[in-house]
Every structure is written in C-alpha cells, then in structure tokens.
C-alpha cells in the first residue's frame, strides 16, 4: 500500500508538473501576442490563430485565475485599505474582460474554420462540364495568386526593410520564396488535372457511342415484335413483352443516371427527352396490342354470357369449361376490357377467380420505404379532392372519363393508387342526391357503391385495373366498430365480415381498406369535402401491422413468411392506428385478456419520447368508474418512466371482476407549443381479476396518472436530484428536489395533495425558490402517509398554469414536531428581485435563500457598487416578528458588504435587505433579498 501511494504521489506531481508547463507556455504565447500585436497592426500581418488544445488549457486558466483571485481576496480584504482593494478589484476585472474577449475571438474563429471545411467537403461538382469550369477556374486563380504574391513581396521589401534586421529580412524573403514555389507546385497539379479531365471527356464520349449502338438494337427488336405482331397476342406473350420494353426502360435510365455528373446537364436532358419519346412510342403499341386482346376478350365474355344467364353462374360451373374457358378466367380483368364495356357497377365477382399471391411476391418494402410525410401527396391529394366534389362529377361523361382524369397527374404507380384512394375517401355518399342517376356515370357508380350493389373494395380494385395497376380484392373477417378485447371473430360468422384490397406498386404488394379510411366530420350540414378527416393509416398497411384487424380467408394473403392462425388473431391486443401512428410497442402483455390472481397488474408499453399516457379501468358490466367505496379507479394507476421509452403501468384493482384497461396518449407539446387537444386510444386490454389488491389505499389526487418529470423537459426543466415518480424518504430530514432551468422566462407553480390535509395546509410545509438557474422545492411533511408534490407551468396567453409532472411522495416516517415554513412578506418571495441587477448588487456566499445552520452565527457577504445604499431588518420567528435588527452587524471592505447575524435560538429567522441608489434623493428602498434562515 506504502508503494502504491509513492506512486500515486509521484504520478500526481508529474501531472502537476505538466498542467503548470503548460499554463506556463500558454502565458508565454499570450505575452509574446501582446508584444506582436502593435506590430501585426503596422503591417498588416494577420494574427496567428490558437490551437484547440490551447483554447482548452486558456479556458482553465481563466476558470484559474478568477478562482486564486477571489481566495486571495479573501485572505486580504480586513489588510488592504478601500481604494487599494477597488484598484486591484478592477485591473482583474479588466485583465478577465481581455482574457474571456481573447477566448471569445478564437471559439469564433475555430467555429468559422469549423463551418469552411464542412461546406468544402459538402460541395460537390454537379457535372463533367462543371469539373472541367472548375479546374480551368483553379489554374487561372492559381496563376493570379502567383503575380499577386509577387507584387505583395515586392512591396513588403520596400516597406518593412528599414524596420527588420538583415536576418529578419532573409526570413521574410525565405517565407516568400518558399509560398511561392507552394504554388507553383499547385498549379502544376491543377494543370495536370485540366489535362485529365479533358482525356475522361474523351473516353466517355467513346463508351456513351457503344452504349448507344446497343440501347438501338434493343429499341428496334422491340419495335420490330410490335409492329410484325399480325396476331392477337396471348396473355403470356404480352406480359413477356411488357416486361422486355419495361427492362429496356431500367436499362436505358440507369444509363443516363450514371452519365450525370459527367457530362453537362443540356446532354442530359437531351437523352432523357429522346428516351421519353421512344418509351411513348413502345407503350402506345403495348397499348394497341391489349385493346386488340380486350376486343378479343370482351367477344369470349359475351358468348359465355348469352350462353349462360350470369357471369357468377359460368364461373361456379367453370369445372366443365373448355380450354379456352378456362384460359379467360384466368386473364378476365377490368383493366383487360375495353372502356365503353358497362361493368363499373357490376356485382363483386365471384371468389373463384381470386389471385393467390406466390411467397417469392411477398413484400420486403415497408410503407416509410415510400413514404414518411403524407404532405408530398399535397398536390395529388388537391387534384383528387377536387374531382370528388359534385360540381366536378356531374361534368364528366362517364366514370371511365373521370377516372382518366383522376390518374392523368399520376407520374407513378405509387401516386395511382394514392388518387384512387383519396378520391374514394373524399366521398360522401349520405349527402348525395343519387336516386335519378344512371349506371356508369361518376353519380351512378356511387349510387351502387351507397346501394350497397358494390364495396368500396370493389370499386377501388376496378379503378386500379383500368388505370393499369394490379389490384386484388381481399375477403376475410376484422375487428369492427365496437369490438372489444375477449370476443371471438370466426370467418363463418357474416357479422364481422369485411373486404379490404391489396394493389401492387412497383412489384410489392401493398395493403388498402378504404372503407376503413373514411372519417368524415361528424354533424356536416352539406358535403364540404375540405372538411373532411381520413385515416392515413389503411393506406399501404404493412402486413405485420393490418394483420392486428384484418384476417383473410386465405391465409397466403396474409403476407407473412409465418402465418398467424385465427386463435392468434383472436388473442391479440387491439392496436388502434394511433399506436402505429405514434410508434408504441407493447413490452410486457401481448395478449388482450390478462388473469390476474391478486388484484396487481403491471403493464408496460415502449413509448417514444414527448408522448403521455392515459389508462381508464373500468367495468366490463356497466362501464363503472368507480370502486363501491366510491373512490375513482384512476386513484389506483400509477404510470411512470422506467427507461428512457419505456412507460409502466401499475394498477391495483379494489374489487375482484371483469375490467377493461384502456390506455389512451398524446403528444404532450407540438413544435413548441403545448397541445391542448385531448388524448387519443392506442390500445385495450381485458382484465379478469380474482382477488381484491392487498394494497387498498388509493394515491392523492392527482391532474393525470402519469408519475415522475415525464414533460418537464418540454419547459426547459431537467431533473437533478429525483429522475424517477417514487420518492422513498428513509430518514425525517427536508426532501429537496432539484431542476436545472434552462428557460428562464418561464414561471413554474406547484400543489400537494394528501391523504387527510387539505391543499391549503399542505402549502405551509412546501417551499419553492430559484437558485441561479435551478428551481427547487423543498418539503417538510408533518404526517406519515403518501403525498403528490405537483408542478405547473405559466404559459404566457394561457389564463390557467399548466400541469406538467408530479412525484409521488412516499414519508414512512416524520419528525416529532414539525413546524411550517413562515411564508415571505405579502407580494414578495424568497431570493433575489429584480431589482439587485439594477443597482448591481448580488450575493458572494449564499445564492440559495433558505439556509439551514446549527452554528450560532451566519455570515453573509453580498457584491456591492460604490452607489448603493443598503438596509437590511431581521425578525425572529416570523409571522410573530420579533425584531432583532438591533442585533445585526456588518462591515463595508471596498465593493461587498459583511452582515454578522447572530442565531440565539432555534426556529425560523427573517432576514430581508433593501437598497437603493444613494446618488438619487427622495427615492425610497426598495427590496433585494429574502432570506429564510432555520437554526436547528
């Protein structure tokens, strides 16, 4: 041990050693600036600038110097006279003025230097053309450099020759000589670089001719496929050829993709646009080509119809169809079919023509893969809206013609099917004159879908064929309106049967229920479809996340690698699109109906940060609230943060029975301002409960379940001392609860709620204060029990604080006698007003208003200016104010100011100090400081 501490001294003094090296040789560069400054000014030399290390150690030695100094004040104040102590106060305020300037100047400079560098790595050259400007631009300010070094060195010879010695004078000269040669090398590079790119220049035009002899070839096989096709091409034949031209197309752009950047954007935009014309081209044949195989189609539909009386009642006898039979009911399709047929309000087909989609098809793109922001379908969601207004629908011919006019913005299949649904969701069939409407007119087609002789699943499966995207009806069963956790959902019974689509973008399958994605605005008087609210979450649904309300009757379509069984649809938590829309995760229960033995439960939910959460029991039977002794059941919750996003849910239930455990949420504050809207549902559980809880006594009253700073953060507050919602006192002292205050415009409030005092006794055992830039509370509770210390917020415009966090106060055990806190003088409050600031007043030994001593004598010292006038009054045991202000002293050293008070007794003490300019006459006191003082 004896060696260890040798060398734990020896260690120690070498590190000593270092830090005063280098204090030592940053002193020495701070001297050898100042000489050089006069000099840098004459001649313009431009100051060299710090490193970081020793802006670091600059920093420290500020930090440093204020600290010795003020120690050795300290030590000096009763030796020193007044003027002698002002003269030596002020030449170190200056000398830390210099210093924290100097500091300032670099932390900028480093910052610039900083800021250049990631601009210098972020700029890029947009193109060949570009880099070639740009290496032309470099030799040309590289050569200008040059003669403007030369210039500046002839003139610095002339100038500064007179002032430098000879050896001076040939380092001047050294330094020119060698940035020049610096330079010149530049400039060769830079020349050797413009030679380069004019060979890659050269090399790229001959690759881009070879690319394009081969993007010809192609073009013209297809074309000639095309134009030789003399007959009816079968379905196999043209998806093979659509797939030939739509690889041609990923070809051909992944080329022209690759050339930007190295040739200029006009070259470009040239391919492009040549591109553009071919693809026209290639896909109005395409086009040709279908209509020629939907004549053809249409002719098999319309002998197989007047051969047989329905459409449904060939394909239900399709197993004794011919060859070709068979072959058209595999291809029938909407989209396959000419636009003047009538099949718009035909009734949903027949489940035997139904797609099964391969698992190879099964979707690895996610919907934040497309999207994150709805607010990119500003435009297309415009022109959707717009064409779901009657004025817009009674103007179009036919359906067909609206829906050609819908999709015609539609630059994607992603924004296709973004306008089919959003036209869907903006309808309003229920405040719609449709009775005289004729089929395959916009009002007719809605006519059936009000009718119910069409889903809106049919309706938006048509839509996606016509407008030439692949799209699948879904039938199955789904959680409804009004499910509750704990029923069963089986595929046979009809009343929870539902239909949803599945349309395929870009080669994935993606999921859509637009019947689920109308939300109109309760209690409208006419259709205003600007008033209108959706449900963004049932566009492009992931799998994983539908699967939660949607069952399919075929399990393929299901989506997923591992297909859940019906049992498992059935014992799954009902997630609500607000779950996924805010991104909860459940942590602890995955399933809806929980068993618990002893009235205990404890659910936990991983909960991003900013968001609240609400839980609501209450009874299966009735819907009860509140437990038979008439105590609410929220008195029972205890929500609190158990990690950084994670929220847990303690519940003690009073009664044994069945209960519904809601959970509700909300983002707490939205860009910056407080969200006054109420929570939303994310989730619901069922709870079987078989025993009372043992622990039947209900928390204090509180403004919401959540325990803890859970939103302190959001008024710029940040727990010090207590980070969680339990505070456990294990002895009868004070508790102290500490925030740093970031907004210090902000003003905060607080309450206590208990189990037998009222708030109004309660306020006498709590004190509040700030602390420089902490808030604390301080509590002195009188009886054994739990306690809720609750802290609001003044928002300005808002009439009413604003709750936001509380902590639950556990005390096992109090003092024999407790006494309140005296409250301060009417209007006034414990610290500093804001009055020190003006007359320049401010404390050197007690920031914190409320001191705790057991020595019978307190020394006080504030930092005064030379103008103030103070006065200053002590009371003993205040509101009885016993005044002992004639027991007061204090002692004036230079710019502070000394008061010795003596503490005689135990219990509480007042002391307040007033001041004001003693310059100006007539002008009364006005008060600078409270302080409490408890002698114990």
Known sequence: METHQKEMESTQKQLDGEKERMQASLMAKLEARKQKKNVAQTTNIEEQPMSSEDIKQLQVLIDKKDADFKEEMRAKKGKMSNKDYQRVIDKHNQEMSDLQNMLGREKLRMEQKLKDKLAARRRQPESAQSQENQADAEVKALEREIEIKMANLARDAKQLRPLLSNEEY???????????????????????????????????????????????????????????????????????????????????????????????????????????????????????????????????????????????????????????????????????????????????????????????????????????????????????????????????????????????????????????????????????????????????????????????????????????????????????????????????????????????????????????????IPGSVTFDPFRFEYDEHYFLADPDVIIKTHFPNDASWQLLLQPITIEEFNDAVPLKPDFFKFGFELQSHQKAVVDIPNGNLDIRLCCPPGFILYCKISTVEGGREVSLHGIHFHQYVFIHQMAEDVMACYVRIPEPGHYYATFYAKRQFVDGELNLESQTEVCKYYIKNYAPSSDQQPLPISPADHWGPIGASNAGLTPITHTGGVIMCQDTGDIDIRFKRTQKDLKFTHDMTGDSLTEKQLALYTLQRYVDDELVFTLCLPQIGRYGLHISTIYPGLRHPVHLCSYLIVMPEVRPIVQPFPPPPTGEYYGKSVATSNLGVSTFTHPDPFIRTHDNQVQIIFSISSKVTLSARFLYNPPRCVDLSNTLRHEFNGGSVTYFITLNQNGYYHFRVQGKDGSAHGIPFTNLFNYLIRKE
């Open 170 to 520: 040939d380092q001047l000269l050294a330094q020119h000589k060698k940035e020049l040669l610096a330079l010149k090398n530049q400039l060769d590079a830079a020349m050797r670089k413009q030679k380069q790119n004019f060979e890659d220049k050269l090399a790229a035009r001959r690759a881009q001719r070879k690319r394009m002899e081969n993007e010809e070839e192609e073009r013209k096989r297809l074309q000639e496929m095309l134009d030789n096709s003399t007959e009816t091409l079968t379905e196999e034949e043209l998806q093979d050829l659509q797939q030939d031209i739509k690889h041609y197309d990923a070809m051909v752009t992944n080329k022209i993709h690759s050339q930007q950047g190295k040739t200029s954007k006009a070259q470009c935009d040239q391919l492009i646009s040549e591109h553009h014309r071919t693809m026209d081209a290639l896909n109005a044949k395409l086009e040709r080509q279908r209509q020629r195989m939907g004549l053809a189609l249409a002719d098999k539909l319309a002998t197989r119809v007047s051969r047989d009386d329905t459409f449904d009642d060939y394909s239900d006898d399709s197993s004794d169809a011919t060859e070709d039979e068979d072959e058209l009911g595999e291809m029938i399709d909407i989209s396959a079919i000419s636009a003047t047929t009538t099949l718009w309000t035909t009734p949903t087909q027949s489940t035997v023509l139904a797609v099964v989609p391969l698992r190879e098809e099964y979707p690895i793109r996610r919907k934040k893969q497309l999207y994150t922001d709805p607010a990119i379908f500003k435009h297309v969601d415009a022109h959707a809206i717009k064409l779901a207004q009657t004025a817009s629908l009674v103007t179009q011919p036919s359906f067909s013609a609206l829906v050609n006019e819908l999709v015609r913005i539609g630059t994607t299949e992603l924004e296709k099917v973004r306008l089919i649904f959003r036209w869907i969701t903006a309808q309003n069939c229920e405040e719609m004159d449709l009775a005289d409407a004729v089929d395959d007119t916009p009002l007719g087609v809605l006519k059936g879908l009000y009718y119910t002789k069409i889903t809106f699943s049919t309706l938006f499966m048509r839509m996606c064929r016509f407008a030439g995207l692949r799209c699948v009806e879904i039938c199955g069963c789904a959680k409804l309106r009004g499910y509750q956790p704990g029923q069963l959902v089986t595929l046979k019974d009809y009343s929870y049967s539902h239909t949803w689509n599945a349309v395929r973008i870009d080669g994935y399958w993606h999921f859509v229920d637009c019947n689920w994605g109308v939300s109109h």
